[in-house]
């Protein structure tokens, strides 16, 4: 009997121990997969693609809509820039496209992302797709190439700090602001107040910075004459053509230029991943 249950206790370490072998394998096997799964699916990326859509954020939380909603139509430089650094420290990535579709949004947004890919040690290029402005064209202008369709619109170099002040609305709708606050310009630029015109000039100083570094970046970046991009920083965009002629972009085209261009730099055919 005693003999019967020792083969009954050695039956059962022998099923615990190839259920760990077993477990064992199909974490390897899991593993493994999970990394190769691009050669397993003939899907051999070797072209990251990030896209830039919409409102230009430094970072993503945060950002809502009219009705306080979390607003889908935007993007973070953080997301970018990470997304971009990760594509360089890939070897199986070897290069870099930046689909730009943006009015624009944060210059440090738009600065971030154009030293990301200045930095990039594999070749970058940029396609504006519907539109490529204000600080989305600055995020752009950090790539080596860029390319835009006719029909894109182009640069908008300027920036702005406008908004929407209510104080004849509220005192139509009976509504009486109060204003308690310390320090003298703690509460410029507050909507349900009068801007005074020395909070104006304060703001302007600052507005006068961002448009001169502005103009410094895309000139540094596209390697143009600063005098040259101060004559096109009035605000104003421009269409593919135009903005070729001025330099602002290096070529029209669409994707599939995009994808002729990267096989010469890489010298491989092109798998866009995004």
């Given at each position: ?8 206790e ?5 099923k615990?121990y ?21 050669i ?23 950002a809502?809509d ?26 199986s990535?070897?290069a870099?496209l930046?689909?730009?579709?943006s ?16 930095h990039?040690?594999?070749?970058t ?18 790539a080596?190439?860029i ?8 640069g ?7 908004y ?25 630029g ?6 005074t015109?020395?909070?104006g ?6 507005v ?5 570094n ?6 540094e ?40 261009y ?13």
């Amino acid at each position: 009997m005693k003999t019967f249950e020792k083969i009954i206790e050695v039956i059962k370490n022998k099923k615990v121990y190839f259920a760990l072998i077993g477990v064992i394998i199909l974490i390897v096997v899991s593993f493994w997969f999970s990394q190769n799964r691009n050669i397993l699916v003939g899907n051999n990326c070797n072209v990251q693609g990030v896209k830039l859509y919409g409102q230009l954020l430094t970072y993503r939380n945060g950002a809502s809509d009219s009705t306080g909603q979390l607003s889908k139509d935007v993007s973070s430089a953080e997301e970018i820039t990470t997304a971009i650094e990760k594509a360089n420290n890939d070897s199986s990535i070897k290069a870099i496209l930046l689909e730009v579709d943006s009015s624009g949004g944060s210059p440090l947004g738009g600065w971030e992302i154009a030293e990301a890919l200045k930095h990039s040690k594999k070749p970058t290029v940029a396609l504006i797709r519907e539109r490529g402005n204000s600080a989305g064209y600055l995020a752009a202008s950090g790539a080596k190439y860029i390319i835009a369709s006719a029909n894109s619109d182009v640069g908008s170099i300027g920036v702005t700090m406008s908004y929407l002040g209510n104080v004849d609305k509220n005192t139509t709708d009976g509504l009486t602001f109060y204003e308690l606050s310390e320090g003298k310009f703690k509460d410029a630029g507050n909507p349900d107040k009068v801007l005074t015109q020395e909070e104006g000039d304060l703001f302007m100083r600052d507005v006068k910075v961002l448009y001169n570094n502005f103009i410094k970046y895309v000139s540094e970046n596209r390697q143009l004459d600063i005098v040259k991009v101060t004559e096109l920083a009035d605000g104003s965009s421009m269409l593919g053509q135009m903005a070729k002629d001025n330099g602002l972009i290096d070529q029209l085209g669409g994707i599939y230029d995009v994808k002729d261009y990267l096989q010469k730099q890489i010298k491989k055919s092109v798998n866009i991943c995004w």
